[in-house]
């Protein structure tokens, strides 16, 4: 090839790559496009490779979105039916159970009866039967109690531990399912001793307990506590409320229908309220987060059909000039709700959640203590978890009150109770000897005292141990915690040791004394 015909060669190539998007020449400078722009055009304005990722990304992401929501709107809706139907299924059980409970049983070997019934509603029959079997129903389906015969008079001690009184449950299923650990009490632990009673983790509503109490230690019924009715029994409450009239109460109103199903969202009367989060769940009870168009609330759903947390709240607002929640309470055929509401100006905040200074808490705990006592009312199961702050503003915290009362005692009503043997939460604190058997009730709410704050101290919960000046928390009893709470570790040491050794004293004046004592330390 000649060097003439390799220019006009050479010519017809550059033309070429000059009209396609290969080089191209400006101002004399020859330039090579590395990309494709046709895929970063949009409009006649040119994206940059980040923006063209961000689009890409925020694109994808957006099509996983609505596939989530799509996906979590199918079970929202199965969710629902399935409530729908076992809320149905139970009531229907339940209806069925009043129906066919005071009939009389086929067999003669036991017989079967509604717990909720008088004895006078029961069958008439041999009344040497050695097995006797309670039918409850709750919200896990039907709950057996169920007394094993002790031939020849011989005591508990002598069956089978397999056969002594226990709880079982039916599922929907028919099979036959001991109860979940939450519903049992759990203890504290101690360096005296393995078993201990608590005040409870989580507490369960008074008429779900057992018939026969399952302590280590003691074989008392519920109804036999001290010689005494139990003052948490529901049928003793009721009574007690009928004579009061708490239906006339302001905020108190009835509702002719089952409990409502809380699944997001729960109405009350002409108030809607969205459903946040559980605050609480104590098994036949929980307590949410929730809100309505106009506040935000706390909401205790209850599956015993007494209000008593709605009049012990009521009885401590007539008496306390502290800035307690309004309250309302609605009663259904099977339950009752009670709806706590932030005074004006004010907000919630769960103690567990609370950031504020320790000893702020500490002494408004003291001051809500000693303002039950001065209204004759004990908590008797005070602890973190059923404990709310309330804030004037977002940081002014002002005051701290509970949301769950299903242990607590009416004193002007219950007058029969006079010791603390008689409270169910205080069986294992008096078979220790923390508490003495026939010491105030009162003093039951400093234990819960010292257990709360214990919690909130050290994230733990308290080991009680006694050394030759009394009773105290483990964590405080050694000079090694003085690293772990410098310049204030005897102030704390002190506190327990008052709370756990109160003996004869008023509960009023060891609060008192305390409020001051700390009053010293800065919050």
Same mark, same amino acid.
């Given at each position: 090839?000649?060097?003439?015909?390799?220019?006009?060669?050479?010519?017809?190539?550059?033309?070429?790559?000059?009209?396609?998007?290969?080089?191209?020449?400006?101002?004399?400078?020859?330039?090579?496009?590395?990309?494709?722009?046709?895929?970063?055009?949009?409009?006649?304005?040119?994206?940059?490779l980040e923006e063209l990722r961000a689009e890409r990304y925020?694109?994808?992401?957006?099509?996983?979105?609505?596939?989530?929501?799509?996906?979590?709107?199918?079970?929202?809706?199965?969710?629902?039916?399935?409530?729908?139907?076992?809320?149905?299924?139970?009531?229907?059980?339940?209806?069925?159970?009043?129906?066919?409970?005071p009939e009389a049983p086929a067999a003669t070997s036991f017989?079967?009866?509604?717990?909720?019934?008088?004895?006078?509603?029961?069958?008439?029959?041999?009344?040497?039967?050695?097995?006797?079997?309670?039918?409850?129903?709750?919200?896990?389906?039907?709950?057996?109690?169920?007394?094993?015969?002790?031939?020849?008079?011989?005591?508990?001690?002598?069956?089978?531990?397999?056969?002594?009184?226990?709880?079982?449950?039916?599922?929907?299923?028919?099979?036959?399912?001991?109860?979940?650990?939450?519903?049992?009490?759990?203890?504290?632990?101690?360096?005296?001793?393995?078993?201990?009673?608590?005040?409870?983790?989580?507490?369960?509503?008074?008429?779900?307990?057992?018939?026969?109490?399952?302590?280590?230690?003691?074989?008392?019924?519920?109804?036999?506590?001290?010689?005494?009715?139990?003052?948490?029994?529901?049928?003793?409450?009721?009574?007690?409320?009928?004579?009061?009239?708490?239906?006339?109460?302001?905020?108190?109103?009835?509702?002719?229908?089952?409990?409502?199903?809380?699944?997001?969202?729960?109405?009350?009367?002409?108030?809607?309220?969205?459903?946040?989060?559980?605050?609480?769940?104590?098994?036949?009870?929980?307590?949410?987060?929730?809100?309505?168009?106009?506040?935000?609330?706390?909401?205790?759903?209850?599956?015993?059909?007494?209000?008593?947390?709605?009049?012990?709240?009521?009885?401590?607002?007539?008496?306390?000039?502290?800035?307690?929640?309004?309250? @309302?309470?609605? *009663?259904? /055929?099977?339950?009752? !709700? %009670?709806?706590?509401?932030?005074? &004006?100006?004010?907000?919630?905040? =769960?103690?567990?959640?609370?950031?504020?200074?320790?000893?702020?808490?500490?002494?408004?705990?003291?001051?809500?203590?000693?303002?039950?006592?001065?209204?004759?009312?004990?908590?008797?199961?005070?602890?973190?978890?059923?404990?709310?702050?309330?804030?004037?503003?977002?940081?002014?915290?002002?005051?701290?009150?509970?949301?769950?009362?299903?242990? @607590?005692?009416? *004193?002007? /009503?219950?007058?029969? !109770? %006079?010791?603390?043997?008689?409270? &169910?939460?205080?069986?294992?604190? =008096?078979?220790?000897?923390?508490?003495?058997?026939?010491?105030?009730?009162?003093?039951?709410?400093?234990?819960?005292?010292?257990?709360?704050?214990?919690?909130?101290?050290?994230?733990?919960?308290?080991?009680?141990?006694?050394?030759?000046?009394?009773?105290?928390?483990?964590?405080?009893?050694?000079?090694?915690?003085?690293?772990?709470?410098?310049?204030?570790?005897?102030?704390?040491?002190?506190?327990?040791?008052?709370?756990?050794?109160?003996?004869?004293?008023?509960?009023?004046? =060891?609060?008192?004394?305390?409020?001051?004592?700390?009053?010293?330390?800065?919050?």
């Amino acid at each position: 090839m000649t060097e003439d015909q390799l220019n006009a060669q050479r010519t017809q190539s550059e033309m070429h790559l000059s009209t396609g998007a290969g080089p191209q020449e400006e101002g004399g400078v020859r330039q090579v496009s590395e990309y494709c722009k046709d895929l970063l055009m949009r409009g006649r304005e040119e994206l940059s490779l980040e923006e063209l990722r961000a689009e890409r990304y925020f694109r994808h992401r957006q099509k996983d979105v609505e596939e989530r929501l799509k996906h979590l709107t199918e079970v929202n809706e199965q969710l629902n039916q399935e409530l729908e139907e076992k809320t149905r299924l139970f009531l229907l059980r339940k209806s069925h159970q009043q129906q066919v409970g005071p009939e009389a049983p086929a067999a003669t070997s036991f017989q079967i009866y509604d717990e909720s019934q008088s004895a006078a509603a029961r069958p008439a029959g041999n009344s040497e039967l050695q097995d006797d079997v309670f039918l409850r129903p709750d919200e896990r389906g039907l709950c057996l109690k169920i007394q094993f015969p002790r031939p020849g008079g011989a005591g508990p001690s002598e069956l089978p531990q397999r056969l002594q009184a226990e709880d079982v449950c039916c599922s929907e299923s028919g099979e036959l399912q001991t109860p979940p650990p939450d519903s049992a009490p759990q203890e504290p632990d101690s360096k005296t001793t393995k078993k201990l009673s608590p005040i409870q983790e989580t507490s369960v509503e008074a008429g779900d307990r057992s018939l026969v109490d399952q302590h280590q230690d003691q074989n008392l019924t519920p109804a036999t506590v001290g010689q005494a009715m139990d003052p948490c029994d529901p049928e003793v409450r009721r009574r007690l409320l009928d004579v009061c009239d708490v239906t006339s109460s302001p905020g108190f109103h009835c509702e002719s229908r089952p409990l409502p199903p809380v699944c997001g969202r729960l109405q009350l009367g002409g108030d809607v309220y969205d459903i946040y989060s559980t605050v609480v769940d104590g098994g036949s009870f929980s307590v949410y987060k929730a809100a309505s168009d106009d506040d935000y609330v706390l909401i205790k759903v209850d599956r015993c059909r007494v209000p008593w947390d709605f009049h012990q709240l009521t009885r401590l607002k007539m008496s306390s000039a502290a800035a307690l929640p309004l309250i @309302s309470c609605y *009663l259904f /055929l099977d339950g009752c !709700v %009670t709806v706590y509401t932030k005074p &004006p100006d004010h907000m919630f905040t =769960v103690l567990t959640e609370c950031q504020d200074s320790v000893v702020h808490i500490v002494v408004l705990l003291l001051q809500l203590v000693s303002q039950l006592h001065s209204c004759r009312l004990l908590h008797a199961a005070l602890q973190p978890s059923i404990l709310t702050c309330s804030y004037r503003g977002l940081m002014d915290l002002d005051s701290v009150f509970p949301v769950d009362w299903s242990w @607590s005692v009416d *004193l002007d /009503l219950q007058q029969d !109770v %006079t010791s603390v043997q008689q409270l &169910p939460t205080a069986r294992s604190y =008096v078979s220790l000897g923390l508490l003495e058997p026939t010491s105030p009730p009162q003093l039951m709410d400093l234990v819960g005292v010292a257990e709360t704050v214990h919690m909130l101290l050290t994230h733990s919960r308290m080991v009680l141990v006694k050394d030759d000046e009394g009773w105290t928390a483990e964590r405080f009893s050694r000079d090694e915690s003085c690293d772990v709470f410098p310049g204030t570790w005897m102030t704390w040491s002190r506190f327990f040791r008052s709370l756990l050794n109160a003996g004869g004293r008023s509960s009023l004046s =060891v609060l008192s004394e305390l409020t001051d004592q700390l009053s010293d330390l800065k919050y």
